[in-house]
């Protein structure tokens, strides 16, 4: 029985053809790209490793680790004043659904309740599960929490989010990680490229 494989295949014309015309097809698209649109596409490649990568790795810390890392990050997004008045925020509330609460900014003059799920990636935080958390808010008389997860959530979930009086902030497994990247938690510069362009201002005479 003779072995179908490439070289058995360029036999015949019709396979050469399809061959040559996909060639042709990669160079055009590959032609038809600035050198800036090349480097956007590998770094948006390198990014999702990355991310993907982060995720991974929160899965494998404990739960205390997990509540320093979202100190750590809404601290870096200017949330919280201090990594240490955050800290202490974080965990001391536990019950109710609330797991715990940190300053909208350096003063306090108002705050924000957080709810942290560290689940499976391809796991979904439904609407009962955000419900219980909004209920909280409304015991607690607050008006503003984050709902953060390495999980998704589902549409249901995102539905009801948009439908209260209430200002909740739903942060997913994708979003935290992209928020960890901008916001350098977690992460450290690798190469850092500097793209530049013709400054026809200072040729001006």
Do not use: H
Not at 91 to 97: A, Q
Not at 122 to 146: C, H, M, N, W, Y
Not at 160 to 169: H, L
């Amino acid at each position: 029985m003779s072995r179908i494989d490439r070289k058995f295949l360029t036999r015949y014309p019709s396979f050469n053809e399809f061959i040559n015309k996909t060639n042709e097809e990669k160079n055009t698209n590959s032609e038809q790209k600035t050198p800036l649109e090349v480097i956007d596409e590998n770094y948006n490649i390198l990014k999702k490793e990355l991310q993907d990568a982060l995720l991974e790795k929160i899965l494998e810390c404990t739960p205390a680790f997990f509540e320093r890392l979202i100190v750590q990050l809404l601290v870096a997004m200017g949330y919280g004043g201090s990594v240490k008045d955050a800290g202490e925020a974080i965990g001391k509330s536990g019950d109710e659904g609330i797991d715990g609460i940190i300053k909208e900014d350096v003063l306090g003059l108002e705050m924000i309740y957080l709810q942290a799920k560290r689940w499976k990636k391809d796991s979904t935080v439904g609407r009962p599960e955000f419900q219980t958390f909004v209920g909280s808010l409304v015991g607690k008389q607050a008006s503003k929490g984050i709902f953060i997860t390495t999980a998704k959530f589902s549409k249901n979930a995102y539905d009801y989010a948009n439908s209260i009086d209430k200002r909740v902030i739903l942060i997913d497994g994708l979003l935290l990680t992209d928020l960890m990247f901008k916001y350098d938690v977690g992460v450290t510069n690798e190469e850092v490229f500097v793209t530049k362009r013709l400054d026809n201002d200072f040729f001006q005479e």
